[in-house]
C-alpha cells in the first residue's frame, strides 16, 4: 500500500474554501484549458529565499499554474531575478519552459484564485497552514520577502508575529528570529503603473535579499 500524500506544505486538491472552489469550478467551466486548480510553489526546495505573494492571477497563474507566470506582475518578477542572479532566465512562459529558480522560491499567501483577485479573511486564515508548513522548511537564517500587505500579514500569522509590532512598510526587516522578513510594494501592475513601486525600487528590494543571504552564508 502506497503512503498517503504529505499535504502539509500544498494540498492539489484543496477545496476547504468553499467559495474559492466554487469560483474555480466556474473558470474551468470557462477556460477548459486553464490549469484553475490550486496553485503550487515554484523554485528550489531546500531554498533560503522564500518569495510571498497575494494569490494566482486569473490569466497568469491560474491559467499557467505556475505562480506570477502568465501576467505583468510576473514581468517585473522573474526579469529582476534574473538580473540578480536568482534564475536562469528573464522571462517566465508557461510551467514547462526551463526556467530553473537559484536559491529562491515563490509561493503565495493564497493558494487558489480569488474572484477579482481579493480573497476575504476567512480564505487567507484557511491557507495560512499551508505558509507555515512552507515557512518551516527554510533553513534557520533564511529570509521571507513579502509582496504586499496581505502577504505581510500571512508571514507574521504563520510564525505568530505581532502585527503591531512588526508593521509593513517598503524595505522594512522585522526580524522573525530564525528567519528575517523583507517587506515590498507588490509588483502589480497598479503599483508600478502609479509608480509607488518603480522598477530601480523593486530592483533595490532584490538586490538586497541576496545581500542579506549572501552575508548569513
Not at 35 to 54: K, M, T
Not at 169 to 177: K, S, T
Not at 183 to 206: A, K
Amino acid at each position: 500500500m502506497s503512503a498517503s500524500p504529505d499535504t502539509s506544505v500544498f494540498d492539489a486538491g484543496c477545496s476547504r474554501c468553499a467559495r474559492l472552489s466554487d469560483f474555480l469550478a466556474q473558470v474551468r467551466a470557462e477556460h477548459p484549458e486553464y490549469y484553475a486548480r490550486p496553485v503550487p510553489a515554484f523554485g528550489d526546495p531546500q531554498a533560503r529565499l522564500l518569495i510571498v505573494g497575494l494569490a494566482p492571477g486569473m490569466h497568469g497563474a491560474n491559467r499557467t499554474g505556475r505562480p506570477f507566470t502568465g501576467d505583468f506582475a510576473g514581468i517585473l518578477l522573474y526579469r529582476t531575478l534574473y538580473d540578480c542572479g536568482f534564475a536562469s532566465q528573464p522571462e517566465s512562459l508557461s510551467a514547462d519552459d526551463g526556467l530553473v529558480l537559484k536559491r529562491c522560491r515563490i509561493t503565495n499567501a493564497v493558494k487558489c484564485l480569488p474572484p477579482q483577485n481579493k480573497p476575504v479573511g476567512a480564505e487567507i486564515k484557511s491557507c495560512n497552514a499551508f505558509l507555515r508548513a512552507e515557512l518551516a522548511t527554510v533553513p534557520a537564517g533564511g529570509l521571507v520577502l513579502a509582496l504586499g500587505k496581505i502577504a505581510h500579514d500571512a508571514v507574521l500569522r504563520s510564525v505568530a508575529a505581532p502585527l503591531p509590532r512588526n508593521r509593513r512598510a517598503h524595505g522594512a526587516e522585522p526580524d522573525l528570529g530564525d528567519l528575517t522578513l523583507l517587506d515590498s510594494y507588490h509588483c502589480s501592475r497598479y503599483n508600478t503603473q502609479t509608480r509607488r513601486l518603480t522598477e530601480s525600487m523593486f530592483r533595490d528590494i532584490v538586490r538586497r535579499a541576496r545581500e542579506l543571504l549572501d552575508a548569513a552564508a
